[in-house]
């Protein structure tokens, strides 16, 4: 069930010594972009215990991707370059900039997506809302509206919001994978960064840190396992 608009305002975020009950209620998606699927998803596999589940082409993108599912609606999303599309540049989220794969932004889901944006306007600078789409390797169409992913410094720290117009989320059908623990933020002026997420009314753990950078913590077997 995607929950409404109003709910994803009660935002929490699983920090260290919580409960793990508490983690949170309307992330999406994190997207680990890549300039090479194939390898990353054989990297991904050997540190996280399992193999992507194949995703789908993004028409006029240029990419295509993998998921994993870190929730029952929270997926972990391998996006790279697809090699079977016309080349396109710029390709989604800078991934043909990239030498490595890197934790490049977040999705937070919302319903009624329009509203919500026309709601937190002015006050808060999200992307233009666009429509998307598609297929999966069983011939369904998943389609969407976000708004448009915005990267400072090559990482997208405020989230872009997404709302699903299929019925089907994406984290249903992906390989169940490693438990989400924990998703921070880094940044050499957090205040700055907590003021935007403010004015989205969400409230995600920030820290200081030389670069901005975007942390997600799993739960491995034997140790935690931190992708960045």
Not at 86 to 97: C, H, K, L, M, Q
Not at 120 to 143: D, W
Request: proline content about 9%.
């Amino acid at each position: 069930m995607v929950l409404s608009h109003r709910n994803s305002f009660e935002w929490r975020l699983l920090r260290q010594g919580s409960e793990p009950n508490t983690i949170m209620s309307t992330l999406d998606h994190l997207v680990y972009a890549t300039p090479d699927l194939e390898a990353t998803c054989r990297e991904l596999e050997i540190r996280l215990g399992v193999r992507a589940s194949a995703g789908g082409q993004h028409p006029g993108r240029g990419t295509h991707n993998a998921l994993i599912s870190i929730g029952p609606e929270a997926y972990l999303e391998i996006i790279g370059p697809d090699p079977l599309q016309p080349e396109t540049r710029p390709v989604w989220f800078g991934i043909d900039e990239l030498t490595a794969p890197k934790l490049i932004t977040w999705a937070v889901r919302i319903d009624d997506l329009e509203a919500f944006v026309k709601e937190i306007s002015p006050h808060a600078h999200v992307g233009v809302v666009r429509p998307g789409s598609r297929k999966t390797p069983e011939g369904t169409t998943l389609s969407w509206r976000l708004t448009e992913p915005q990267l400072v410094q090559g990482v997208g720290l405020i989230p872009f919001l997404i709302e699903w117009n299929s019925r089907q989320h994406p984290a249903q059908s992906a390989i169940p994978g490693p438990r989400l623990l924990q998703l921070r933020i880094e940044h050499p002026e957090p205040e700055l960064i907590r003021k935007q997420l403010n004015s989205l009314r969400l409230e995600v753990a920030i820290e200081q840190g030389s670069s901005p950078a975007l942390v997600a913590i799993f739960e491995g077997a034997n140790d935690l396992i931190e992708l960045r």
